[in-house]
């Protein structure tokens, strides 16, 4: 089954640092998109990369897509104490309406 | 910004119990859907609905869940004959769009199974 699956699980780092998130499937894919969630709180979409891109940026974040090693990675740079959060990877794909989430990296940023 | 709404935001039922959560997606939004999230797990798809009727669904989503969009702002995940392991966060999200479209999720339901 399609599954997007991330490393590391737990991440801790200092305000000011950069985090590097990666994510592996197993299916071909549409799109991958990458998604933030807050202790108690939904998800909320950071960015959507297209199976035909391999790379992309948004404010001080960074995805890279390899469609030939199935596997995706999420840098944030300058790290606030505010990023602290679960990140997750999710996949789609071509003509499907369902979305595969990740297990998720837990991510701390120390003040 | 608009956003997905979903009500209650807890919900205590006692097994066997059927459990309706509700949601409001955004206004404009064509598609729905339902996720589940079980304490310290993954979030799993549920179903997906469009166009009045269930799209896509996993295997999850079984003769004991179904949806309904009775309006045209609320759209309902009903859970029948509750069991204890459908305690969970229960999100909904909405999208204008299929493929390439993010998804805007609610705040979620914790529903506790007693």
């Known amino acids: 089954s399609q599954q997007g699956e991330e490393d590391p699980q737990a991440l801790s780092i200092q305000e000011g640092e950069n985090a590097t998130m990666n994510c592996s499937y197993k299916?071909?894919?549409?799109?991958l998109q990458w998604y933030r969630q807050n202790s108690g709180r939904g998800l909320v979409h950071l960015i959507l990369i297209r199976s035909n891109k391999r790379e992309k940026h948004s404010g001080r974040l960074r995805v890279t897509l390899d469609t030939s090693k199935k596997s995706s990675s999420l840098l944030i740079t300058a790290s606030r104490a505010a990023d602290t959060a679960s990140y997750f990877c999710?996949?789609?794909?071509?003509?499907?309406?369902?979305?595969?989430f990740g297990a998720g990296t837990r991510l701390f940023v120390k003040a | 910004e608009p956003e997905v709404t979903q009500t209650p935001s807890h919900q205590v039922t006692q097994m066997g119990q059927e459990v309706i959560l509700r949601c409001v997606p955004i206004?404009?939004?064509?598609?729905f859907y339902w996720y589940r999230q079980i304490l310290g797990q993954k979030v799993e798809f549920l179903v997906s609905f469009y166009n009045n009727e269930i799209s896509e669904k996993s295997e999850i989503f079984d003769d004991q869940f179904s949806v309904e969009r009775p309006d045209g702002s609320n759209f309902t995940l009903k859970i029948r004959s509750t069991k204890l392991e459908d305690s969970a966060m229960y999100f909904c999200a909405s999208s204008d769009g299929v493929s390439n479209q993010p998804q805007h999720f609610g705040d979620g339901t914790r529903l506790s199974i007693l």
């Open positions: 206004s404009n939004h064509l598609y």
């Open positions: 999710a996949t789609a794909w071509t003509g499907g309406f369902k979305t595969i």
């Open positions: 299916t071909s894919i549409n799109n």
